[in-house]
């Protein structure tokens, strides 16, 4: 178990919806990450908060959004649903990233799996 | 850019043998971090190994050990006396030390271990 907590497991959901994942980051970690696992695309970098702030943002969608609240959990909303968004999302968690520090594990948690149908 | 290849799509290996999976890797930063992950077919992704740039040894985790070539780019992962249960996904991945804290990842590579 990393400690870090995604809910729901699953998710299924019709084009056009709008869903929103959770996650908890392992206890003591202040940054969260978030990630797209597809077929097509493999894993990719969506965005990353610390401590409350976006701190780095990939190839997320601009229908897509996230944020971290103060009790450092943090959630991922996606809206207006196409069917290529059905994939498995990650949230990881690490300790504060330092830049110029190579070394910072991301912890991954189990993932959700969201269908679009 | 930084990129990580995994060239291996698949690998199979009897149970108790040793098996070794690519990942070569491209950057520009000095300073750099690899890690590998295993995703069983249950889906979570399990942090195995972590090696720096500068790391003078090649990392160890019991059974996991990291061939890192800086020369040649190259971070293999070696998986030894392999087990039922070390069939999986897995991915290497790349962090600069310099950049964002994002990881990139390799297409990954499917290890079945037969018995």
């Known amino acids: 178990d990393s400690g870090v907590t995604q809910t729901p497991k699953h998710l299924i959901t019709a084009t056009g919806q709008r869903v929103t994942l959770r996650c908890s980051p392992r206890?003591?970690?202040?940054?969260v990450y978030w990630y797209q696992q597809s077929l097509d695309q493999g894993l990719q970098f969506l965005i990353q908060?610390?401590?409350?702030?976006?701190?780095a943002k990939g190839n997320i969608l601009e229908r897509f959004s996230a944020q971290q609240f103060p009790d450092l959990h943090s959630e991922l909303n996606l809206s207006s649903l196409e069917l290529g968004d059905s994939a498995l999302y990650f949230c990881?968690?690490?300790?504060?990233?330092?830049?110029?520090?190579?070394?910072?594990?991301?912890?991954f948690g189990a993932g959700t799996r969201l269908s679009v149908l | 850019a930084q990129k990580i290849t995994q060239t291996q799509p698949g690998m199979f290996v009897q149970e108790k043998e040793a098996v070794t999976l690519d990942c070569t890797y491209d950057?520009?930063?000095?300073?750099?971090?690899l890690f590998w992950y295993k995703q069983p077919s249950s889906g979570e992704m399990i942090f195995l190994i972590y090696?720096?740039?500068?790391?003078?040894q090649n990392a160890t985790e019991g059974r996991y050990s990291l061939n890192f070539q800086k020369a040649r780019k190259s971070a293999n992962l070696v998986i030894s006396a392999s087990q039922l249960g070390d069939s999986a996904m897995y991915f290497c991945?790349?962090?600069?030390?310099?950049?964002?804290?994002?990881?990139?990842f390799g297409a990954g590579t499917r290890l079945a271990v037969h018995p």
């Open positions: 950057t520009s930063d000095p300073s750099y971090g």
């Open positions: 908060y610390y401590n409350g702030e976006e701190r």
């Open positions: 090696q720096g740039s500068y790391d003078q």
């Open positions: 991945a790349m962090r600069e030390a310099g950049g964002y804290n994002k990881l990139i």
């Open positions: 990881a968690s690490s300790v504060a990233p330092n830049r110029g520090v190579a070394k910072n594990i991301q912890y």
């Open positions: 206890s003591g970690d202040l940054s």
